[in-house]
């Protein structure tokens, strides 16, 4: 490799400081050793960037691989003669193993493979989940699909219009609340949706999250158009032996979590049974036992948090499916509202499948151009997208509060007499 052309960069280089690891300094070392154009141009930009207090990337960027219709962000540089390496600097989307699990031999290969056909910039990983290769040009981005796919038997990831790369949880592989095995659940799905990911075909971006219980490690709820989180329907499970434990303080509370600070000895009135958001446990101090009153438990997790060694999530689990999370365009954040509070899920997943497809139909005929589902849902109202679209019956669960306005919609059908009245017939009792 030739001689690199370096830039002063005193700015970026003051991030160098201070404990948090570096990722000017990574890039630096990276570069020096590899003597890789592109990173050294990186940073050249990026000093630009911070002088000028704007970006200097070209608005958009459309490029990719044959059959697919997304999984690569082309963006190229708009100070190409300053920077020539980076005149384009495409972003992949590798996608990531359900719970981003690897065996370093597969990491080797990425590496090997990004680092002749690459940047060697990487994020490991992107919000949504993939892998993220961070820059390379175009002429390279057939061959990386060639060497994802036939050396490392990876596929890209999504982007676009189309069903985005699923995440989940670590959920089972080491969490003894996981309620189901989302990342079997995680990999069916994308394995059965393929088409779905790399052809886009919907009005909008259309997201999965996968998470094994209501404690939401992958932010199921606020991050995907389709909220899948683990729960349960029976009684929580109790080993009062071990509550006592708590009690005598022979079991740290939150497994050690709090104890960088001194919050005094563990009380469980204070601690558990006063925060219990809907107050139905009970600590009966003379008898030395806990009593929870499940039928009132909403299965917040706080409890089983607070003494996971005492306290197990029930044993007949499924998952709730909520609907509708966004970031703030157009409409507004929102969170996933809660759609079927409760499904057994088993492989194949069939009922899931069904149940997906049935939003997809509507929301692919109906959805306006670049509309969220959750966009869709506030236009068309939840009781039309509950009743008419996925067929379901309106429970109190699928509310908060009952509505507080008296705008009620109703069908002509549940009024006695329908809608066609003849004014000459009122006037007759109410003459003018
Ligand atoms: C002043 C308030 C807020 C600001 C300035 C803000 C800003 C942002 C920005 C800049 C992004 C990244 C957008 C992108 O990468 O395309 C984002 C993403 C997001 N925001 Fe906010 N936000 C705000 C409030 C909220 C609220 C209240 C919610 C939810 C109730 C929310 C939910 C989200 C979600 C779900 C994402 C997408 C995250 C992802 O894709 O991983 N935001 N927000
Ligand atoms: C027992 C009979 C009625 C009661 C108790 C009643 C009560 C009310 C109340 C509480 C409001 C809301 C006021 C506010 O929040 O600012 C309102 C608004 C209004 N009412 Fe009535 N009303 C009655 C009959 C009528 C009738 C007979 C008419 C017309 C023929 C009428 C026309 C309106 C209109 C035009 C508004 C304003 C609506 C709006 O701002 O969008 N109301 N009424
Ligand atoms: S969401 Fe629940 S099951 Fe998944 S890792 Fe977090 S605590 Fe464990
Ligand atoms: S899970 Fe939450 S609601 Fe249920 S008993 Fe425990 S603290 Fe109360």
Not at 54 to 59: D, I, R, V
Not at 76 to 86: L, T
Not at 224 to 243: C, L, P
Not at 314 to 322: P, S, V
Request: aromatic share 12%; charged share 25%.
């Amino acid at each position: 490799m030739g001689e690199v052309k370096k830039h002063d960069t005193p700015k970026v280089d003051q991030l160098k400081t201070g404990p948090w690891p570096s990722f000017v300094d990574d890039i630096y070392s990276y570069s020096e050793k590899h003597k890789k154009q592109a990173c050294f141009d990186i940073m050249g930009q990026m000093e630009l960037s911070y002088t000028n207090r704007e970006t200097h990337w070209k608005h958009g960027g459309i490029v990719g691989v044959f059959g697919y219709g997304g999984g690569v962000i082309g963006r190229y540089s708009d100070q190409q003669e300053k920077f020539p390496a980076i005149w384009a600097f495409h972003t992949i989307r590798v996608h990531h193993t359900a719970g981003k699990w690897y065996h370093t031999s597969a990491l080797k290969k990425l590496c090997d493979m990004w680092d002749s056909r690459g940047s060697g910039i990487v994020n490991f990983h992107g919000s949504t989940g993939d892998i993220i290769l961070l820059g390379t040009v175009t002429d390279q981005l057939e061959p990386i699909f060639f060497d994802l796919t036939h050396q490392l038997h990876w596929d890209l990831g999504g982007s676009g219009s189309n069903l985005r790369s699923p995440a989940c949880c670590v959920g089972k592989s080491r969490c003894e609340w996981a309620l189901i095995d989302v990342q079997e659940l995680d990999y069916e799905l994308t394995m059965a949706f393929q088409d779905e990911l790399h052809r886009p075909a919907f009005p909008y971006k259309f997201k999965f999250k996968f998470s094994g219980c209501p404690l939401d490690c992958v932010a199921a709820v606020a991050r995907a158009d389709m909220s899948f989180i683990g729960t349960w329907r029976d009684e929580i499970r109790i080993d009062q032996e071990a509550v006592r434990a708590y009690v005598r303080g022979e079991l740290k509370p939150n497994a050690g979590a709090f104890s960088d600070r001194d919050w005094g000895p563990f009380d469980i009135k204070k601690e558990v049974i006063d925060l219990c958001p809907t107050k139905c446990m009970y600590w009966d101090e003379n008898e030395q036992k806990l009593y929870i009153n499940n039928s009132e438990c909403n299965r917040c997790m706080h409890c089983i948090a607070v003494m996971p060694e005492a306290l197990r999530p029930g044993q007949d689990t499924g998952i709730a499916i909520l609907i509708g999370a966004k970031a703030p365009i157009l409409e507004g954040a929102q969170l996933s509202t809660l759609i079927v509070p409760f499904m057994k899920v088993e492989p194949p997943y069939d009922e899931l499948k069904d149940f997906i497809y049935k939003a997809w139909d509507y929301w692919m005929e109906n959805g306006k151009n670049r509309e969220r589902i959750g966009e869709l849902i506030q236009r068309i109202g939840l009781n039309k997208f509950i009743t008419e679209v996925m067929g379901l019956t309106p429970i109190p669960q699928h509310v908060r509060v009952p509505r507080d306005n008296p705008y009620i919609f109703w069908k002509e059908e549940e009024v006695e007499g329908g809608w066609t009245r003849d004014v000459a017939e009122f006037r007759k009792r109410h003459p003018a």
